[in-house]
């Protein structure tokens, strides 16, 4: 695989995103590439190289800047947007592409899953149609790698490593010319009618783009990535590396905080979580043998699809997560933890939101008088308002439960030699949950709450007067509530059953 990629121009869209950034990050440390075009824009008055500096400057590249000082130089921008037609990208940049481009990874999506359809079918189906139309043009094309979702069939229990065209009910040609036709507003108002059974328009859009794949990309060297639940690093090139609330990795650090303190969920249903470090490495893996089997087959096939899940013998299941997130948040607590971190498991939406109003909303106005008083800005009924949206969209994938054939995904990683296993390590089955439950805990305070090590004593303190305030409250309340259970039933036992019979009477 490095001899493959040496020398190579590779063009990446979503680079700047979390899965971009350690691909990005593992072909400069791992092979001696000749280019990353880099498809990006500018963002809040900052431009596209700018931005580029700012990405190469974190902890994740740290590796790569002690290995190879310079591997920054071979970055290079090319200005675009892909919400814009042919990607936004200029005559010059098109032109430098279809030139010299050998290897295609494309990962810009966006992940909302409550994102409007209109928004969620120009950036997710739109962009793959001009990507596809310009990659027709390249001379020099070799592999090509569309990241979809594991989700992208999510309305069906089991899912092969095939296209599902008629799953979607429409095509995507059919649908961008719905949705210019009609533009955004009425687009959105065809939402429930065009999604159907889909659970969002992410995944209802991440199937559509498979669909216009398999229609309109029979000439080219393509192949479907289908990664489940993207969370922290695994091993590379740190342990537990995050730079986003997205997903499972919000819910994971609002419980660390000790905000999220009620979790709806299937207990024993597997989490479909993936390491991004894994998903890095199997999409290299991908556009390799894709490569591969371009100048080796004789007859063109359909694109290949990589289902990337879990393996059934080696699972996690959400309990077993929310457990460990409780208990590692305990043992290395955040120093601006919001209360003792625990969580009540609940499988009944009546039930949730009985514990909710008691464990999230009250406590959320109550702390919000407080600020109000002190004369400080109210934001925690806002927060558990938006903690509650996004805890809303995951509910479908906590509670319900698929099985995926990974035949593909198997073979290519036998098929690749033992060097090539050890430097780009993607095997599901050797994961270690219980040692990733660490990785996960340590990556939320270090990357999204910021904190060194050196904060650790302060926190476990603050964390020690939580949990006596937390112990307290709780036995005040069960004190409380036994001595109120007592008073009543000693008031009906005296009423209905002892005054009969001329018992001793109970006096409370």
Same mark, same amino acid.
């Given at each position: 695989?490095?001899?493959?990629?040496?020398?190579?121009?590779?063009?990446?869209? /979503? /680079?700047?995103?979390?899965?971009? $950034?350690?691909?990005?990050?593992?072909?400069?440390?791992?092979?001696?590439?000749?280019?990353?075009?880099?498809?990006?824009?500018? *963002?809040?008055?900052?431009?596209?190289?700018?931005?580029?500096?700012?990405?190469?400057?974190?902890?994740?590249?740290?590796?790569?800047? !002690?290995?190879?000082?310079?591997?920054?130089?071979?970055?290079?921008?090319?200005? /675009?947007?892909?919400?814009?037609?042919?990607?936004?990208?200029?005559?010059?940049?098109?032109?430098? &592409?279809?030139?010299?481009?050998?290897?295609?990874?494309?990962?810009?999506?966006?992940?909302?899953?409550?994102?409007?359809?209109?928004?969620?079918?120009?950036?997710?189906?739109?962009?793959?149609?001009?990507?596809?139309?310009?990659? *027709?043009?390249?001379?020099?094309?070799?592999?090509?790698?569309?990241?979809?979702?594991?989700?992208?069939?999510?309305?069906?229990?089991?899912?092969?490593?095939?296209?599902?065209?008629?799953?979607?009910?429409?095509?995507?040609?059919?649908? &961008?010319?719905?949705?210019?036709?009609?533009?955004?507003? &009425?687009?959105?108002?065809?939402?429930?009618?065009?999604?159907?059974?889909?659970?969002?328009?992410?995944?209802?859009?991440?199937?559509?783009?498979?669909?216009?794949?398999?229609?309109?990309?029979?000439?080219?060297?393509?192949?479907?990535? $289908?990664?489940?639940?993207?969370?922290?690093?695994?091993?590379?090139?740190?342990?537990?590396?995050? %730079?986003?609330?997205?997903?499972?990795?919000?819910?994971?650090?609002?419980?660390?905080?000790? @905000?999220? $303190?009620?979790?709806? &969920?299937?207990?024993?249903?597997?989490?479909?979580?993936?390491?991004? %470090?894994?998903?890095?490495?199997?999409?290299?893996?991908?556009?390799?043998?894709?490569? !591969?089997?371009?100048?080796?087959?004789?007859?063109?096939?359909?694109?290949?699809?990589?289902?990337?899940?879990?393996?059934?013998?080696?699972?996690?299941?959400?309990?077993?997560?929310?457990?460990?997130?409780?208990?590692?948040?305990?043992?290395?607590?955040?120093?601006?933890?919001?209360?003792?971190?625990?969580?009540?498991?609940?499988?009944?939406?009546?039930?949730?939101?009985?514990?909710?109003?008691?464990?999230?909303?009250?406590?959320?106005?109550?702390?919000?008088?407080?600020?109000?008083?002190?004369?400080?800005?109210?934001? @925690?009924?806002? @927060?558990?308002?938006?903690?509650?949206?996004?805890?809303?969209?995951?509910?479908?994938?906590?509670?319900? *439960?698929?099985?995926? +054939?990974?035949?593909?995904?198997?073979?290519?990683?036998?098929?690749?030699?033992?060097? %090539?296993?050890? +430097?780009? +390590?993607?095997?599901?089955? %050797?994961?270690?949950?219980?040692?990733?439950?660490?990785?996960?805990?340590?990556?939320?305070? $270090?990357?999204?709450?910021?904190?060194?090590?050196?904060?650790?004593?302060?926190?476990?303190?603050?964390?020690?007067?939580?949990?006596?305030?937390?112990?307290?409250?709780?036995?005040?309340?069960?004190?409380?509530?036994?001595?109120?259970?007592?008073?009543?039933?000693?008031?009906?036992?005296?009423?209905?059953?002892?005054?009969?019979?001329?018992?001793?009477?109970?006096?409370?």
């Amino acid at each position: 695989m490095q001899n493959f990629y040496e020398n190579k121009s590779v063009f990446i869209t /979503g /680079g700047s995103g979390f899965l971009g $950034r350690v691909i990005i990050e593992q072909i400069l440390r791992k092979a001696d590439v000749k280019c990353i075009y880099m498809l990006i824009r500018s *963002k809040r008055g900052i431009s596209s190289t700018d931005r580029i500096k700012k990405i190469f400057s974190g902890p994740l590249f740290e590796k790569v800047r !002690q290995l190879k000082p310079h591997a920054h130089t071979l970055i290079a921008p090319i200005h /675009g947007d892909c919400t814009q037609p042919n990607l936004g990208i200029s005559t010059e940049d098109r032109n430098t &592409l279809t030139a010299n481009v050998d290897v295609i990874i494309h990962c810009a999506a966006t992940i909302r899953f409550n994102e409007p359809l209109y928004n969620a079918l120009v950036v997710n189906v739109g962009a793959i149609k001009h990507l596809l139309e310009i990659a *027709k043009l390249m001379s020099h094309l070799m592999t090509f790698v569309h990241v979809s979702t594991a989700f992208s069939n999510c309305n069906l229990p089991h899912i092969e490593e095939k296209f599902y065209p008629e799953n979607v009910g429409i095509s995507a040609h059919k649908t &961008l010319a719905l949705a210019e036709q009609l533009g955004p507003e &009425l687009t959105n108002n065809l939402s429930a009618h065009l999604l159907r059974d889909f659970p969002n328009t992410y995944t209802f859009t991440k199937a559509l783009a498979e669909e216009l794949i398999l229609n309109e990309a029979a000439a080219l060297p393509i192949c479907v990535f $289908r990664p489940a639940i993207i969370t922290s690093t695994y091993a590379e090139p740190i342990p537990g590396w995050v %730079d986003n609330y997205a997903g499972a990795m919000g819910s994971l650090m609002a419980v660390a905080q000790g @905000m999220l $303190r009620v979790l709806y &969920l299937q207990s024993n249903n597997p989490a479909l979580l993936v390491p991004v %470090d894994f998903c890095a490495n199997a999409i290299l893996a991908c556009g390799y043998t894709t490569a !591969q089997q371009e100048s080796t087959e004789k007859e063109k096939s359909e694109p290949k699809i990589y289902n990337f899940v879990p393996d059934e013998k080696n699972i996690i299941t959400w309990g077993a997560l929310a457990d460990s997130a409780v208990h590692y948040a305990r043992k290395y607590p955040i120093s601006n933890t919001f209360w003792y971190p625990f969580a009540v498991k609940i499988n009944s939406l009546e039930l949730e939101y009985i514990f909710s109003l008691f464990l999230h909303t009250i406590p959320a106005y109550l702390n919000d008088m407080l600020l109000a008083l002190r004369g400080e800005k109210k934001i @925690m009924v806002r @927060m558990y308002q938006k903690l509650q949206q996004n805890g809303e969209v995951l509910n479908f994938f906590k509670m319900n *439960k698929w099985t995926h +054939n990974t035949t593909n995904t198997k073979a290519l990683w036998k098929s690749l030699t033992p060097e %090539d296993q050890l +430097n780009f +390590n993607f095997n599901m089955p %050797d994961i270690v949950w219980k040692e990733y439950y660490k990785t996960l805990a340590l990556g939320i305070r $270090r990357y999204l709450a910021m904190e060194n090590d050196d904060t650790m004593p302060k926190a476990i303190k603050r964390t020690k007067i939580f949990q006596w305030a937390h112990q307290s409250i709780l036995v005040f309340i069960i004190t409380g509530l036994s001595l109120f259970l007592f008073m009543v039933t000693a008031y009906c036992l005296e009423n209905r059953y002892f005054k009969p019979y001329n018992l001793i009477s109970l006096k409370v």
